[in-house]
Protein backbone atom coordinates (compact mmCIF):
# COMPACT_ATOMS: atom_id res chain seq x y z
CA UNK A 1 0.00 0.00 0.00
CA UNK A 2 2.96 2.02 0.32
CA UNK A 3 3.62 4.90 2.80
CA UNK A 4 0.74 6.03 4.42
CA UNK A 5 1.78 8.15 7.51
CA UNK A 6 1.10 11.42 7.63
CA UNK A 7 2.91 13.97 9.71
CA UNK A 8 0.87 17.32 11.55
CA UNK A 9 3.79 20.13 11.52
CA UNK A 10 1.38 21.91 14.18
CA UNK A 11 -0.55 20.04 16.63
CA UNK A 12 -4.35 19.63 16.25
CA UNK A 13 -6.76 21.17 18.87
CA UNK A 14 -8.23 18.23 20.82
CA UNK A 15 -11.02 18.32 23.06
CA UNK A 16 -11.76 14.78 25.22
CA UNK A 17 -15.28 13.42 26.75
CA UNK A 18 -15.19 10.71 29.09
CA UNK A 19 -18.23 8.97 31.07
CA UNK A 20 -18.91 7.43 34.08
CA UNK A 21 -21.25 5.08 33.49
CA UNK A 22 -23.03 3.79 36.48
CA UNK A 23 -24.64 0.18 35.31
CA UNK A 24 -20.39 -0.61 35.28
CA UNK A 25 -19.80 0.73 38.68
CA UNK A 26 -18.40 3.62 37.23
CA UNK A 27 -17.03 6.55 39.51
CA UNK A 28 -15.73 10.25 38.96
CA UNK A 29 -12.21 9.30 39.89
CA UNK A 30 -11.79 6.20 37.43
CA UNK A 31 -13.27 8.46 34.88
CA UNK A 32 -10.57 11.21 35.20
CA UNK A 33 -8.10 8.56 35.86
CA UNK A 34 -8.87 6.99 32.35
CA UNK A 35 -8.90 10.33 31.08
CA UNK A 36 -5.55 11.76 31.54
CA UNK A 37 -4.66 8.33 30.16
CA UNK A 38 -6.56 9.06 26.97
CA UNK A 39 -4.71 12.71 27.47
CA UNK A 40 -1.18 11.08 27.37
CA UNK A 41 -2.32 9.12 24.04
CA UNK A 42 -3.47 12.24 22.75
CA UNK A 43 -0.29 13.96 23.02
CA UNK A 44 1.75 11.02 21.51
CA UNK A 45 -0.59 11.12 18.64
CA UNK A 46 0.30 15.02 18.36
CA UNK A 47 -2.83 16.43 19.54
CA UNK A 48 -3.14 19.21 22.08
CA UNK A 49 -5.92 18.40 24.96
CA UNK A 50 -7.50 21.79 25.33
CA UNK A 51 -10.87 20.82 27.60
CA UNK A 52 -12.54 17.85 28.89
CA UNK A 53 -15.53 17.06 28.92
CA UNK A 54 -17.31 14.57 31.56
CA UNK A 55 -21.33 12.99 32.07
CA UNK A 56 -22.59 10.49 34.82
CA UNK A 57 -24.97 8.11 32.70
CA UNK A 58 -26.70 5.31 33.55
CA UNK A 59 -25.67 3.78 30.26
CA UNK A 60 -24.65 4.75 26.99
CA UNK A 61 -27.25 6.70 24.84
CA UNK A 62 -27.99 4.34 22.01
CA UNK A 63 -27.68 6.92 19.28
CA UNK A 64 -25.23 9.17 20.26
CA UNK A 65 -23.17 7.70 23.50
CA UNK A 66 -23.56 11.04 25.26
CA UNK A 67 -26.92 12.68 26.27
CA UNK A 68 -28.01 15.28 23.46
CA UNK A 69 -27.51 18.60 25.84
CA UNK A 70 -23.66 17.67 26.38
CA UNK A 71 -23.67 16.85 22.64
CA UNK A 72 -24.95 20.44 22.63
CA UNK A 73 -22.49 21.66 24.73
CA UNK A 74 -19.22 20.26 23.07
CA UNK A 75 -20.52 21.37 19.30
CA UNK A 76 -21.00 25.22 20.30
CA UNK A 77 -17.66 24.81 22.38
CA UNK A 78 -16.23 23.08 19.30
CA UNK A 79 -17.68 25.64 16.86
CA UNK A 80 -16.39 28.71 19.16
CA UNK A 81 -12.66 27.16 19.77
CA UNK A 82 -12.37 26.26 16.32
CA UNK A 83 -11.38 22.52 17.38
CA UNK A 84 -9.80 20.28 15.11
CA UNK A 85 -11.13 16.90 16.75
CA UNK A 86 -13.20 15.03 19.70
CA UNK A 87 -12.26 12.22 20.95
CA UNK A 88 -14.39 10.04 23.30
CA UNK A 89 -13.06 7.74 25.90
CA UNK A 90 -15.04 4.69 24.70
CA UNK A 91 -15.47 2.55 21.65
CA UNK A 92 -18.67 3.91 19.98
CA UNK A 93 -20.68 1.68 17.49
CA UNK A 94 -20.90 2.72 13.59
CA UNK A 95 -24.39 4.31 14.31
CA UNK A 96 -22.97 6.48 17.22
CA UNK A 97 -20.11 7.68 15.34
CA UNK A 98 -22.07 8.58 12.22
CA UNK A 99 -24.55 10.72 14.47
CA UNK A 100 -22.05 12.24 16.83
CA UNK A 101 -20.19 13.36 13.52
CA UNK A 102 -23.19 15.24 11.49
CA UNK A 103 -24.21 16.91 15.00
CA UNK A 104 -20.40 18.38 15.14
CA UNK A 105 -20.67 19.46 11.29
CA UNK A 106 -17.78 17.58 9.78
CA UNK A 107 -14.87 18.21 13.13
CA UNK A 108 -13.22 14.81 13.41
CA UNK A 109 -14.88 12.58 15.88
CA UNK A 110 -12.13 9.58 16.90
CA UNK A 111 -12.88 6.91 19.67
CA UNK A 112 -10.30 5.56 22.30
CA UNK A 113 -9.88 2.58 19.73
CA UNK A 114 -9.47 4.63 16.63
CA UNK A 115 -6.44 6.70 18.09
CA UNK A 116 -4.79 3.44 19.61
CA UNK A 117 -4.86 1.91 16.39
CA UNK A 118 -3.32 5.56 14.79
CA UNK A 119 -0.89 5.63 17.17
CA UNK A 120 -0.13 2.28 16.21
CA UNK A 121 0.22 3.35 12.71
CA UNK A 122 2.71 6.10 12.82
CA UNK A 123 4.57 3.73 15.14
CA UNK A 124 4.85 0.91 12.85
CA UNK A 125 8.62 0.62 11.31
CA UNK A 126 8.90 -2.63 9.84
CA UNK A 127 7.27 -4.55 7.36
CA UNK A 128 5.78 -7.06 9.89
CA UNK A 129 4.43 -4.13 12.46
CA UNK A 130 2.74 -2.48 9.52
CA UNK A 131 0.77 -5.57 8.39
CA UNK A 132 -0.41 -5.94 11.61
CA UNK A 133 -1.28 -2.43 12.34
CA UNK A 134 -3.12 -2.51 8.50
CA UNK A 135 -5.27 -5.76 9.50
CA UNK A 136 -6.11 -4.10 12.71
CA UNK A 137 -7.55 -0.58 10.78
CA UNK A 138 -9.36 -2.82 8.24
CA UNK A 139 -11.39 -4.76 10.81
CA UNK A 140 -11.93 -1.67 12.40
CA UNK A 141 -12.82 0.21 9.91
CA UNK A 142 -15.03 -2.77 8.28
CA UNK A 143 -18.12 -2.47 9.96
CA UNK A 144 -18.30 1.53 9.50
CA UNK A 145 -17.92 1.93 6.12
CA UNK A 146 -21.43 3.44 5.66
CA UNK A 147 -20.66 7.26 5.36
CA UNK A 148 -16.77 6.87 6.48
CA UNK A 149 -15.31 6.89 3.15
CA UNK A 150 -17.39 10.21 1.70
CA UNK A 151 -16.34 11.58 5.42
CA UNK A 152 -12.88 11.02 4.43
CA UNK A 153 -13.14 12.92 1.88
CA UNK A 154 -13.85 15.40 3.14
CA UNK A 155 -11.17 15.81 5.79
CA UNK A 156 -7.31 17.44 5.13
CA UNK A 157 -5.72 14.09 7.23
CA UNK A 158 -3.90 14.40 10.56
CA UNK A 159 -4.48 12.24 13.24
CA UNK A 160 -6.95 9.12 13.28
CA UNK A 161 -6.83 9.34 9.29
CA UNK A 162 -3.78 7.47 9.01
CA UNK A 163 -3.77 4.31 7.42
CA UNK A 164 -5.80 2.46 4.79
CA UNK A 165 -8.38 4.85 4.33
CA UNK A 166 -6.17 8.00 3.22
CA UNK A 167 -4.86 6.43 0.56
CA UNK A 168 -7.42 4.08 -1.16
CA UNK A 169 -11.06 5.04 -0.97
CA UNK A 170 -13.05 1.85 -1.70
CA UNK A 171 -17.15 1.42 -0.85
CA UNK A 172 -17.00 -2.15 -1.62
CA UNK A 173 -17.37 -4.36 1.62
CA UNK A 174 -15.95 -7.35 -0.40
CA UNK A 175 -12.92 -5.69 -1.63
CA UNK A 176 -12.34 -4.59 1.99
CA UNK A 177 -13.12 -8.46 3.27
CA UNK A 178 -10.46 -9.62 0.12
CA UNK A 179 -7.90 -7.22 1.66
CA UNK A 180 -8.47 -8.69 5.20
CA UNK A 181 -8.06 -11.97 4.21
CA UNK A 182 -4.73 -11.53 2.22
CA UNK A 183 -3.42 -9.61 5.34
CA UNK A 184 -4.42 -12.69 7.65
CA UNK A 185 -2.69 -14.99 5.44
CA UNK A 186 0.37 -12.70 5.02
CA UNK A 187 0.71 -12.80 8.79
CA UNK A 188 0.17 -16.15 9.29
CA UNK A 189 3.01 -17.03 7.12
CA UNK A 190 5.47 -14.11 8.91
CA UNK A 191 3.43 -15.94 12.52
CA UNK A 192 5.11 -19.63 11.15
CA UNK A 193 8.75 -17.34 10.11
CA UNK A 194 8.68 -16.35 13.07
CA UNK A 195 7.52 -19.26 14.50
CA UNK A 196 10.80 -21.06 13.11
CA UNK A 197 12.58 -18.84 14.15
CA UNK A 198 12.31 -18.99 17.73
CA UNK A 199 12.74 -22.55 17.43
CA UNK A 200 16.00 -21.76 16.04
CA UNK A 201 17.25 -20.14 18.48
CA UNK A 202 17.74 -23.79 20.33
CA UNK A 203 16.83 -24.27 24.01
CA UNK A 204 18.30 -21.37 25.81
CA UNK A 205 16.17 -19.88 28.69
CA UNK A 206 13.94 -17.04 27.17
CA UNK A 207 13.03 -14.22 29.34
CA UNK A 208 10.19 -11.65 28.24
CA UNK A 209 9.85 -8.12 29.66
CA UNK A 210 6.55 -7.35 30.39
CA UNK A 211 4.08 -4.73 31.70
CA UNK A 212 1.77 -1.58 31.33
CA UNK A 213 2.81 1.03 28.53
CA UNK A 214 5.74 3.56 29.34
CA UNK A 215 7.13 2.05 32.11
CA UNK A 216 10.39 1.74 31.08
CA UNK A 217 10.84 -1.45 29.23
CA UNK A 218 13.16 -0.58 26.95
CA UNK A 219 15.32 1.55 29.10
CA UNK A 220 16.03 -1.84 31.19
CA UNK A 221 16.27 -3.92 27.80
CA UNK A 222 19.07 -1.72 26.69
CA UNK A 223 21.04 -1.61 30.23
CA UNK A 224 20.58 -5.34 30.39
CA UNK A 225 21.94 -6.26 27.41
CA UNK A 226 23.89 -2.80 26.35
CA UNK A 227 22.51 -2.59 23.19
CA UNK A 228 20.53 1.29 21.92
CA UNK A 229 16.56 -0.20 21.87
CA UNK A 230 14.58 3.06 20.87
CA UNK A 231 12.77 4.26 24.27
CA UNK A 232 11.09 7.40 24.42
CA UNK A 233 8.73 9.03 27.20
CA UNK A 234 5.38 8.54 25.20
CA UNK A 235 3.05 5.43 24.63
CA UNK A 236 3.74 2.50 22.82
CA UNK A 237 7.11 3.85 21.70
CA UNK A 238 8.13 0.45 20.07
CA UNK A 239 5.63 -1.99 18.98
CA UNK A 240 8.14 -4.60 17.34
CA UNK A 241 9.49 -7.42 19.83
CA UNK A 242 12.98 -7.23 20.36
CA UNK A 243 15.34 -10.02 20.87
CA UNK A 244 18.39 -10.34 22.29
CA UNK A 245 21.28 -12.85 23.80
CA UNK A 246 22.88 -11.77 26.84
CA UNK A 247 24.40 -13.19 29.88
CA UNK A 248 24.64 -13.05 33.51
CA UNK A 249 28.13 -13.94 34.65
CA UNK A 250 28.13 -17.65 33.06
CA UNK A 251 24.78 -18.27 31.98
CA UNK A 252 23.64 -17.33 28.79
CA UNK A 253 19.57 -16.66 27.77
CA UNK A 254 17.09 -14.98 26.13
CA UNK A 255 15.51 -11.42 26.51
CA UNK A 256 12.75 -9.91 24.50
CA UNK A 257 11.23 -6.97 25.07
CA UNK A 258 7.63 -6.35 23.77
CA UNK A 259 4.79 -4.25 23.46
CA UNK A 260 3.49 -2.40 26.16
CA UNK A 261 -0.60 -3.22 27.52
CA UNK A 262 -2.66 -0.50 28.29
CA UNK A 263 -6.38 -0.16 29.70
CA UNK A 264 -8.98 -1.51 27.16
CA UNK A 265 -6.99 -2.56 24.62
CA UNK A 266 -9.02 -3.09 21.04
CA UNK A 267 -9.67 -6.53 20.61
CA UNK A 268 -8.47 -6.06 16.89
CA UNK A 269 -4.78 -4.96 18.04
CA UNK A 270 -4.39 -7.96 20.53
CA UNK A 271 -5.98 -10.43 17.40
CA UNK A 272 -3.01 -8.69 14.80
CA UNK A 273 -0.35 -8.75 17.34
CA UNK A 274 -0.34 -12.72 17.74
CA UNK A 275 2.96 -13.69 16.67
CA UNK A 276 4.12 -10.47 18.96
CA UNK A 277 2.86 -11.66 22.04
CA UNK A 278 4.04 -15.64 21.22
CA UNK A 279 7.47 -14.29 22.78
CA UNK A 280 4.96 -13.65 26.70
CA UNK A 281 3.20 -16.98 25.78
CA UNK A 282 6.44 -19.35 24.71
CA UNK A 283 8.71 -17.53 27.47
CA UNK A 284 10.04 -19.21 30.23
CA UNK A 285 10.70 -16.26 32.73
CA UNK A 286 7.96 -13.27 33.01
CA UNK A 287 9.82 -9.49 33.97
CA UNK A 288 6.83 -7.92 35.20
CA UNK A 289 7.81 -4.08 35.15
CA UNK A 290 6.19 -1.72 36.76
CA UNK A 291 6.02 2.31 37.00
CA UNK A 292 6.02 2.75 40.79
CA UNK A 293 6.01 6.46 40.73
CA UNK A 294 2.69 6.61 38.40
CA UNK A 295 -0.01 7.37 40.64
CA UNK A 296 -2.41 3.88 39.25
CA UNK A 297 0.08 1.68 38.95
CA UNK A 298 -1.67 -0.96 40.92
CA UNK A 299 -4.27 -0.69 38.44
CA UNK A 300 -1.23 -1.19 35.63
CA UNK A 301 -0.58 -3.51 37.58
CA UNK A 302 -4.06 -5.62 37.27
CA UNK A 303 -4.62 -4.82 34.11
CA UNK A 304 -1.13 -6.25 32.97
CA UNK A 305 -1.98 -9.45 34.84
CA UNK A 306 -5.87 -9.92 33.33
CA UNK A 307 -3.98 -9.51 30.13
CA UNK A 308 -1.09 -12.23 30.65
CA UNK A 309 -3.76 -14.38 32.43
CA UNK A 310 -5.41 -14.51 28.97
CA UNK A 311 -2.36 -15.13 27.51
CA UNK A 312 -0.76 -17.77 29.47
CA UNK A 313 -2.35 -20.57 31.04
CA UNK A 314 0.49 -22.23 33.17
CA UNK A 315 2.46 -20.97 35.45
CA UNK A 316 5.67 -19.09 34.95
CA UNK A 317 8.56 -17.83 37.56
CA UNK A 318 7.34 -14.06 37.76
CA UNK A 319 9.89 -11.52 38.97
CA UNK A 320 7.75 -8.04 39.50
CA UNK A 321 10.57 -5.33 38.64
CA UNK A 322 9.21 -1.77 40.07
CA UNK A 323 10.91 0.88 37.93
CA UNK A 324 11.39 4.28 38.64
CA UNK A 325 12.25 4.56 42.02
CA UNK A 326 13.62 7.91 41.49
CA UNK A 327 10.99 9.19 39.97
CA UNK A 328 8.54 8.43 43.29
CA UNK A 329 7.05 10.83 45.04
CA UNK A 330 5.33 10.96 48.36
CA UNK A 331 3.12 13.65 50.93
CA UNK A 332 3.66 13.67 54.21
CA UNK A 333 0.54 13.85 56.30
CA UNK A 334 1.02 15.90 59.63
CA UNK A 335 -0.27 14.38 62.50
CA UNK A 336 -2.88 16.57 63.60
CA UNK A 337 -4.27 16.14 59.76
CA UNK A 338 -7.45 13.56 59.60
CA UNK A 339 -7.86 13.45 56.29
CA UNK A 340 -8.63 10.06 54.71
CA UNK A 341 -4.73 8.62 53.83
CA UNK A 342 -4.31 8.42 50.18
CA UNK A 343 -1.76 6.38 47.71
CA UNK A 344 0.65 9.18 47.42
CA UNK A 345 0.46 8.99 51.71
CA UNK A 346 2.98 6.25 51.61
CA UNK A 347 6.74 6.29 51.34
CA UNK A 348 8.67 4.04 49.47
CA UNK A 349 9.77 2.08 52.27
CA UNK A 350 5.79 1.60 53.54
CA UNK A 351 5.20 -0.18 50.32
CA UNK A 352 7.77 -2.41 50.55
CA UNK A 353 6.20 -3.45 53.68
CA UNK A 354 2.93 -3.76 52.96
CA UNK A 355 1.20 -5.95 50.23
CA UNK A 356 4.40 -5.33 47.70
CA UNK A 357 6.43 -7.67 50.30
CA UNK A 358 3.58 -10.14 50.21
CA UNK A 359 3.20 -11.26 46.83
CA UNK A 360 3.36 -14.61 45.99
CA UNK A 361 6.33 -13.44 43.44
CA UNK A 362 9.60 -11.77 44.21
CA UNK A 363 10.15 -8.29 43.49
CA UNK A 364 13.00 -6.52 43.42
CA UNK A 365 12.94 -1.65 43.42
CA UNK A 366 15.39 -0.27 40.25
CA UNK A 367 15.61 3.01 38.53
CA UNK A 368 16.86 1.85 35.20
CA UNK A 369 17.58 5.18 33.97
CA UNK A 370 19.84 6.01 36.55
CA UNK A 371 20.94 2.63 36.77
CA UNK A 372 19.94 2.06 40.93
CA UNK A 373 19.92 -1.14 42.35
CA UNK A 374 20.91 -3.06 38.86
CA UNK A 375 22.96 -5.17 40.72
CA UNK A 376 20.35 -6.47 42.38
CA UNK A 377 17.98 -7.16 39.71
CA UNK A 378 20.51 -9.10 37.84
CA UNK A 379 21.48 -11.41 41.13
CA UNK A 380 18.10 -12.29 41.09
CA UNK A 381 17.36 -12.74 37.24
CA UNK A 382 20.23 -15.01 37.32
CA UNK A 383 18.98 -17.16 40.04
CA UNK A 384 15.74 -17.93 38.27
CA UNK A 385 17.69 -17.88 34.80
CA UNK A 386 20.28 -20.67 36.16
CA UNK A 387 18.22 -23.04 37.95
CA UNK A 388 15.90 -23.42 34.62
CA UNK A 389 19.33 -23.65 32.76
CA UNK A 390 20.70 -26.17 34.83
CA UNK A 391 17.56 -28.50 34.84
CA UNK A 392 17.45 -28.41 31.07
CA UNK A 393 21.48 -28.63 30.53
CA UNK A 394 22.25 -30.65 33.11
CA UNK A 395 26.01 -31.15 31.69
CA UNK A 396 26.48 -28.27 29.75
CA UNK A 397 29.96 -26.47 29.69
CA UNK A 398 27.87 -23.02 30.59
CA UNK A 399 27.66 -23.49 34.06
CA UNK A 400 31.05 -23.96 34.28
CA UNK A 401 32.49 -21.68 31.79
CA UNK A 402 32.63 -17.97 32.29
CA UNK A 403 30.25 -16.33 29.46
CA UNK A 404 31.31 -13.25 28.73
CA UNK A 405 28.50 -10.19 28.22
CA UNK A 406 30.90 -8.58 25.33
CA UNK A 407 29.67 -12.55 23.26
CA UNK A 408 26.23 -11.15 23.68
CA UNK A 409 24.82 -10.64 20.19
CA UNK A 410 21.23 -9.66 18.72
CA UNK A 411 18.90 -12.25 17.85
Known amino acids: MGDYFYTEKQAEKAVLVGVTLQQ ?40 TFIGKGKLEEIQQYVEEQEIDLVIFDDELTPTQLRNVENELKGVKVLDRTNLILDIFANRAHTAHAKTQVELAQYQYLLPRLTGMWTHLERQKGGIGLRGPGETEIETDRRVIRDKITRLKEQLSKIDRQMSTQRKNRGKLVRVALVGYTNVGKSTLMNLLSKSDVFAENKLFATLDTTVRKIAIRNVPFLLADTVGFIRKLPTHLIESFKSTLDEVREADVILHVVDIS ?12 ETLSDLIR ?98
Do not use: C
Open 24 to 63: EGGSPEKTQEYLDELSFLAETAGAETVKIFTQNLPKPVFS
Open 294 to 305: HPQFEEQIKVVD
Open 314 to 411: ESKPTLMVFNKIDAFRYVKKEEDDLTPVERNNYSLEDLKQMWMSKQEVDTVYISAARKENVEELKEKVYAIVREIHSARFPYNDFLYTEYSEEDAESV
